[in-house]
């Protein structure tokens, strides 16, 4: 979590640079999903997600040297500068598909959980999702596929309440996002988002359900952007959020959370975090000057992989 | 007879010569290829709304449940975008799916995942990933189908990299062409046209494949060229006829496929006949008319004695009443009228 922390403000800071040029959608304050979810899944079960993909991407396993190459649009990216930073896919680590149509990963994850049913294989989807993926048609129309076939999927909601800049009390009557789930015909249940044990264990329930055949589950975790939609920065003072409701959450970081947890278990110590924020600032410097160094594509790279053989 | 099975069956095609091979329908040429394809690979499926009910889709479908089970081969809820997306996601992960609709129609709900996802994946993940994905649709026309049930939206995909397009006009193309995309690795669209499931031809035994990208002269003549796919070129081919009776003679090029385009066959005809007509199931604006009447403009401009004419569809939606129909749609009498202003001979 730190980790994904360190990288994003980093990203944040020489955003303005230019030299990456990507529209940008940073998870800082949501790092305890990414982690908590990846945690719980092996090597072999699958990823979707939507267009913020960072958290998803490194807690994956995803190679950082290849993020940055692919934020600065070089041909060493993770997928050679076609995709920036809504599309960062590495099929050798499970992350194997995004969308940055909201929705748009939902059904192609439910097919793939339905490809790993036919197949006999022991592999589990998960789709990352928001709250304004649940208002899209096709949102609906997968959840009842996924649960009429009993497909190993599980529909994973960080529900930040905000849709760019609309609240979800403008988009939607108030209800509990898990009883709309639950009327699809699969369970669903909510995990504090902020804390990354309670979502590795509402993931391990879901994983094992799916894995023993048993179909998908709709997890949803309240958690809260720090950032903007896009972009560096924060945009409360533009008044689609309160200051004050930003500062509340801040104040629940799931950094600072599991950090307690770990040094009141005597796990960590002050020593302890030192030493990883020095060897995360090194990887972190190490791999901008690596992708800073990286070639660009050539013309002749445009027009490969359009069809496939 | 249910709704417009008379219609359809009223059709008078060609008679196909029994002592060329064994004859079969253009319904049930699919319906094989389907099997042969369900019996070769275990990662092939079939889907879509009433692929197992009694009317089968035309019939192309027909006892594929019962003989590979509802595993492979099922009915699927009203819910086109997940589908496709789900058809897409199956076949980014080892499967090889035949997503089936009986209008192209329905198609359009699933754009998003059909055009923005499914044929672009592999290009978006650098080719990670591939999309083995069909998408099979039977074009309506005619007993009332109206403005929403007669759609031929195959004009509207052309501009997509990523995807294929195909369009059999005979039993023996249906067969071999479906056979070629559901063994292709990218997203490939086969239309159908409904007026053509009676039609009767020769049809070969087993497997095998009529290349995607490759157009088939069906007649030979030197007065002009008439081109198009589907059951187009079928009126085409009729309005030859009787052109022929006239003394005048087309080249009548059956496309086969629309994407990728056989620009070659094209241009080595108009080369010949310098006079080009061409024919479509769909609306002439933006759509295979359209892009072909550009192609000549563009690599063969030197060869054309006269200005291109197309046929297709007024740029009007499908009326359902049977009077405003018979305006609407081109028939071979039309296309042999067009064909005659275009060699001076009205």
């Given at each position: 979590m730190l980790r994904i922390r360190r990288i994003e403000e980093e990203i944040e800071r020489r955003y303005?640079?230019?030299?990456?040029?990507t529209p940008i959608h940073l998870v800082i304050g949501q790092e305890a999903t990414a982690v908590g979810f990846a945690a719980a899944l092996g090597e072999r079960d699958l990823l979707y997600t939507s267009h913020r993909t960072h958290g998803g991407y490194l807690a994956k396993g995803g190679d950082l040297k290849a993020m940055l190459c692919e934020m600065h649009c070089r041909i060493n990216g993770c997928v050679a500068s076609r995709g920036g930073s809504m599309h960062l896919i590495?099929?050798?680590?499970?992350?194997?598909g995004t969308s940055a149509?909201?929705?748009?990963a939902v059904p192609i994850a439910t097919g793939a959980a339905l490809a790993a049913q036919m197949k006999r294989e022991d592999r589990v989807v998960t789709v990352l999702i928001g709250?304004?993926?649940?208002?899209?048609?096709v949102c609906s129309e997968s959840l009842n596929f996924a649960a009429l076939k009993r497909v190993p999927l599980i529909f994973f909601?960080?529900?930040?309440?905000?849709?760019v800049q609309s609240p979800l009390a403008t988009r939607q009557p108030s209800r509990n996002l898990t009883e709309w789930a639950a009327s699809h015909g699969l369970p669903a249940v909510v995990a504090d988002g902020v804390n990354v044990l309670a979502v590795y264990e509402a993931m391990k329930t879901a994983v094992s359900r799916a894995r023993a055949g048993d179909g998908p589950t709709f997890i949803e975790a309240p958690v809260y952007r720090?950032?903007?939609?896009?972009?560096?920065?924060?945009?409360?003072r533009t008044g689609y959020r309160a200051e004050a409701e930003r500062q509340a959450w801040e104040a629940v970081c799931p950094i600072r959370i599991f950090g307690d947890v770990l040094k009141g278990a005597g796990v960590l110590n002050e020593a302890g975090v030192a030493e990883m924020e020095q060897e995360i600032e090194r990887e972190i410097a190490d791999a901008f000057t690596f992708a800073l160094a990286s070639p660009n594509p050539t013309e002749a790279d445009l027009y490969k992989h359009v069809y496939a053989d | 007879m249910p709704w417009d099975e008379g219609l359809v069956n009223s059709l008078v095609y060609d008679r196909p010569d029994p002592s060329e091979g064994r004859v079969l329908s253009y319904g049930g040429a699919i319906n094989e290829a389907l099997s042969i394809a369900l019996t070769d690979d275990p990662s092939v499926f079939v889907l879509g709304q009433?692929?197992?009910?009694?009317?089968a889709m035309f019939g192309t479908t027909r006892g594929l449940q019962e003989r590979f089970g509802g595993d492979r081969v099922f009915d699927t809820p009203l819910s086109e975008e997940a589908m496709m997306g789900v058809s897409a996601g199956a076949a980014m992960n080892g499967m090889r799916p035949v997503y089936m609709h009986?209008?192209?129609?329905?198609v359009l709900l699933a754009f998003n995942q059909l055009v923005t996802h499914a044929a672009k994946f592999h290009f978006m993940d650098n080719g990670q990933t591939t999309v083995p994905l069909v998408v099979w649709a039977a074009i309506g026309r005619g007993w009332g189908s109206g403005a929403q049930h007669?759609?031929?939206?195959?004009g509207m995909l052309?501009?997509?990299?990523g995807l294929k397009i195909v369009m059999p006009s005979t039993p023996h193309d249906a067969k071999g062409l479906l056979l070629s995309a559901i063994v292709d690795n990218n997203p490939v669209c086969v239309f159908e046209h409904?007026?053509?499931?009676?039609k009767d031809g020769v049809v070969p035994e087993g497997a095998y494949r009529v290349p995607i990208g490759k157009g088939i002269y069906r007649r030979r003549g030197h007065d002009l060229t008439i081109v198009g796919a589907s059951h187009a070129i079928e009126l085409g081919a009729q309005a030859a006829a009787l052109l022929a009776s006239d003394g005048i003679e087309a080249d009548v090029?059956?496309?086969?496929?629309?994407?990728?385009?056989?620009?070659a066959i094209v241009l080595e005809s108009l080369h010949t006949t310098g006079r080009l007509l061409v024919v479509d199931?769909?609306?002439?604006?933006?759509?295979v008319c359209a892009e072909i009447g550009c192609l000549a403009a563009e690599k063969g401009f030197r060869d054309l004695k006269a200005p291109v004419c197309r046929i297709g569809l007024p740029d009007v939606p499908t009326p359902a009443g049977y009077t405003l129909e018979q305006f609407f749609y081109p028939d071979a009498a039309r296309i042999a009228s067009a064909a005659r202003r275009l060699v001076g001979r009205s």
């Open positions: 303005h640079q230019d030299q990456m040029k590495d099929k050798r680590v499970g992350m194997a149509v909201v929705g748009g709250d304004a993926t649940t208002e899209e048609g909601c960080e529900n930040n309440f905000y849709s720090f950032r903007a939609h896009g972009g560096a920065g924060d945009d409360s | 009433g692929v197992d009910d009694p009317s009986n209008r192209p129609d329905f007669s759609q031929a939206i195959h052309l501009g997509v990299p409904r007026w053509l499931m009676k090029i059956d496309l086969r496929t629309i994407k990728p385009l056989d620009e199931t769909a609306w002439a604006k933006g759509g």
